[in-house]
């Protein structure tokens, strides 16, 4: 199975601070018909999980775009600008390129 | 719009047999495919399985043995079954379609 590698576990942040999560794969996440199944997913505290990126870098409806995704290969960021209380939560990386789905541990953004 | 919902008992006992079903709206379950995911309490995402749009089904090897996923599409219904249980299933379970989320359902696997 595909190894996701997320760090950091956990981010202290301030309110309108920035910050960025990476992930990392253990193999190329590039599929056969040229795309990249990474994506990005938010669950907030007592909800389930959310997705915000598909394929690295598409925002999903509704999501304001102070949220970007970057990356190929194996390597991967979620950058948040201007973090707002809403933003809070476990942050997971997930491939679909590769049977089976896999997640990463998560990053749990929490207020400093 | 696009909706799952899970449904089944909160608490099965070890040994016991698990049965969960996912209803959906606002989609066709012969034009998507559906997943099972669970999430142990203060733990991460595991990927349990899968039936596609054809009716076809894979899933994770580590479960494969004991589990199973079918659907009716007359009622837009998946089921997912586990049998064996153990303490260590316990979990919230939750069905997805790609971009969407069920709220998930908290079982506990208890004597």
């Known amino acids: 199975d595909v190894v996701m590698t997320q760090t950091p576990p956990s981010l202290s942040v301030a309110i309108g601070q920035s910050v960025s999560i990476s992930c990392k794969s253990s193999?190329?996440?590039?599929?056969?018909?040229?795309?990249?199944?990474l994506h990005w997913l938010l669950q907030s505290s007592g909800r389930s999980p959310k997705r915000l990126i598909y394929?690295?870098?598409n925002l999903d409806s509704g999501v304001p775009d102070r949220f970007s995704g970057t990356g190929s290969q194996k390597d991967f960021t979620l950058k948040i600008s201007r973090v707002e209380a809403k933003d809070l939560g476990v942050y997971y990386c997930?491939?679909?390129?590769?049977?089976?789905?896999?997640f990463g541990g998560g990053t749990k953004l929490e207020l400093k | 719009q696009v909706q799952l919902k899970e449904s089944g008992p909160g608490l099965v006992k070890p040994s016991e047999t698990l049965s969960l079903t996912c209803t959906v709206s606002?989609?066709?379950?012969?034009?998507?495919?559906v997943s099972w995911v669970r999430q142990p309490p203060g733990k991460g995402l595991e990927w349990m399985g899968v039936?596609?749009?054809?009716?076809?089904?894979a899933y994770n090897s580590a479960l494969k043995s004991r589990l199973s996923i079918s659907r009716d599409t007359s009622k837009s219904q998946v089921f997912l079954k586990m049998s064996s249980l153990k303490t260590e299933d316990t979990a919230t379970y939750y069905c997805?379609?790609?971009?969407?989320w069920g709220q998930g359902t908290l079982v506990t696997v208890s004597s």
């Open positions: 394929q690295v870098s």
């Open positions: 606002g989609f066709s379950l012969t034009s998507y495919h």
């Open positions: 997805a379609r790609e971009g969407y």
């Open positions: 997930a491939q679909t390129t590769h049977f089976p789905p896999t």
């Open positions: 039936i596609w749009g054809d009716g076809s089904t």
């Open positions: 193999q190329s996440l590039v599929y056969s018909d040229g795309k990249t199944y």
